[in-house]
Nanobody, 121 residues
Framework: QVQLVESGGGLVQAGGSLRLSCAAS????????MGWFRQAPGKEREFVAA????????DYSDSVKGRFTIARDNAKNTVSLQMSSLKPEDTAVYYC??????????????WGQGTQVTVSS
C-alpha cells in the first residue's frame, strides 16, 4: 500500500505559523485525494482538510477554515498543510492520509505515522 511520511511538526507560539509536509510513495499519488487529520490527547480523531486528485477541490473543517491551507505537488508526490494564526487548541498529532473511496469520504485507506504540533499560549 501507499506509504506516507509527515514532517514539519514542532513547537510554536500562539499566533505563529507552521508548515507540514507529507511525502507519498508509489505511482498512484496523482490519482488519490489526500487529507489531513489530527488527534489531541483524550480527544477523537478530527478531520482537518482534504484536497482532490488534481488539486482543484479543497475542503476544510470549520475550526481551521481561513487559517489553514492544503496544497499538493503531484510532480513531487507531496501534500502540505500551511497553518497560520495557530491557537493552543490546534495542539495535536497531525496525520497525513490518502486514498478515500470517493471524494467527500473520510475513510482514507493509507495513513502516515503522524507529526506532533504543539502551540504554546
Amino acid at each position: 500500500q501507499v506509504q506516507l511520511v509527515e514532517s514539519g511538526g514542532g513547537l510554536v507560539q500562539a499566533g505563529g505559523s507552521l508548515r507540514l509536509s507529507c511525502a507519498a510513495s508509489g505511482r498512484t499519488f496523482s490519482n488519490s485525494a489526500m487529507g489531513w487529520f489530527r488527534q489531541a490527547p483524550g480527544k477523537e480523531r478530527e478531520f482537518v482538510a482534504a484536497i482532490s486528485r488534481g488539486g482543484g477541490g479543497r475542503d476544510y473543517s470549520d475550526s481551521v477554515k481561513g487559517r489553514f491551507t492544503i496544497a499538493r505537488d503531484n510532480a513531487k508526490n507531496t501534500v502540505s498543510l500551511q497553518m497560520s494564526s495557530l491557537k493552543p487548541e490546534d495542539t495535536a498529532v497531525y496525520y497525513c492520509a490518502a486514498d478515500p473511496p470517493f471524494w467527500g469520504s473520510r475513510l482514507f485507506r493509507s495513513w502516515g505515522q503522524g507529526t506532533q504540533v504543539t502551540v504554546s499560549s
